[in-house]
């Protein structure tokens, strides 16, 4: 299990005093409010900065973070993404799971069959579609609806499913 969870991107700075735009990750935006600190996280490195204001403008998180006083310094963070310890994670709901989690869980059939592993999950707006690839690299789009998604067993790392008519 990770350490860490992404809970957005910097996408762009925004004004003159240094903050960021922030393209969340998470279902409830507002879990942002409650964000004393955070790692910014790209290919080079990881740092922890606080911090010191959140605002929110249409559906986008703008974060001033301490240290970062100029739209100079917010450049650089620029498609870094953020991160929290697992720890300071708001608690999920029963039957949820981090995205984090579910990747790399092998899929069964709820007959038996393997049709790969989780390779990544993404949001439609009306429901989670999970990327599942064989061992040949076939992808299989599997919606994250009841009637699909069966078992989610994270001790076991893998997934029941109940193939619909017309999914494969």
């Given at each position: ?56 403008h249409k559906n986008m998180v703008l974060l001033k973070l301490e240290g970062i006083n100029n739209p100079e ?88 499913v109940h193939l619909i008519p017309g999914l494969i």
């Amino acid at each position: 299990m990770q350490k860490r969870l992404e809970v957005g991107q910097i996408v762009n700075t925004f004004g003159i005093k240094g903050e960021v735009k922030v393209t969340p990750f998470t279902n409830d935006i507002k879990r942002f409010d409650d964000l004393k600190k955070v790692y910014v996280t790209s290919r080079k490195d990881s740092k922890l900065y606080k911090v010191e204001s959140v605002r929110y403008h249409k559906n986008m998180v703008l974060l001033k973070l301490e240290g970062i006083n100029n739209p100079e310094d917010a450049e650089i963070l620029k498609n870094a993404y953020l991160e929290i310890n697992r720890e300071d994670a708001i608690p999920l709901e029963e039957g949820t799971y981090f995205i984090a989690d579910l990747i790399g869980l092998e899929v069964h059939t709820d007959e038996g069959k393997l049709l790969g592993k989780i390779e990544d999950i993404f949001n439609t707006g009306s429901n989670d579609i999970y990327v599942v690839k064989d061992e040949l690299g076939k992808q299989i789009l599997l919606p994250g609806i009841k009637e699909v998604i069966k078992d989610v067993q994270l001790e076991n790392a893998k997934i029941i499913v109940h193939l619909i008519p017309g999914l494969i």
